[in-house]
């Protein structure tokens, strides 16, 4: 697989804007060639319903202008519906356990939850916290506390004993696979 193509595998994994030293240091490649893979992965995309999105020293995969309209009349759909099972759960979690990385999330839910957590975003509901370029966690929005009549996550029902209970979790199943701590 050429480097382009791997950066676009690696755009549409993470969802979200990374640097071109992510990439470089990802693909075990130097910037110069990473920033050249960009170039030839913006050329080869020129026509599709996807486009690489540059903003300051960062890059993303999105959807065609042209397609905006549609998408927008999907969007709005979209937040029409019930967040459903997957979306309360998601939700629960960033509030008792946020900040938290959509690595944990996924590990907590036992799925993949890229899905889920674009819609807690589209809907205001859940925040990125940027760690400094390498890392990015989710936590809930000031608007969403509010609407929940707490002024910290802290404040929700059950929030210690639903740590504790997520702590126990994860203990058991890393001792299951034998990730014991000696």
């Known amino acids: 697989m050429e480097l382009p193509q791997k950066i676009e595998a690696l755009l549409f994994f993470k969802g979200e804007p990374v640097t071109a030293g992510f990439l470089a240091k990802t693909l075990n490649v130097s910037e110069d060639e990473a920033l050249a893979g960009l170039v030839d992965l913006e050329q080869s995309l020129s026509g599709h319903g996807i486009i690489l999105m540059k903003n300051g020293e960062e890059y993303m995969l999105a959807s065609s202008p042209e397609m905006g309209t549609t998408i927008e009349g999907l969007l709005k759909e ?4 019930e967040l459903g099972k997957a979306g309360l759960e998601t939700l629960a ?10 690595s944990e999330i996924n ?25 400094g370029g390498r890392s990015t966690s989710y936590q809930p929005t000031f608007e969403l506390l509010s609407y929940m009549g707490v002024s910290k996550a802290s404040d929700l029902p059950e929030y210690e004993g639903t740590n ?19």
């Open 78 to 81: 979209e937040l029409s519906k």
């Open 93 to 102: 979690t960033v509030l008792y356990r946020g900040p938290i990385s959509r």
């Open 107 to 131: 590990y907590l839910r036992g799925v993949n939850s890229n899905y889920i957590l674009r819609v807690l975003l589209v809907r205001g509901l859940i925040e990125k916290v940027d760690h």
């Open 164 to 182: 504790r209970s997520v702590e126990e979790f994860k203990k058991e199943t890393e001792k299951e696979n034998g990730y014991e701590e000696e």
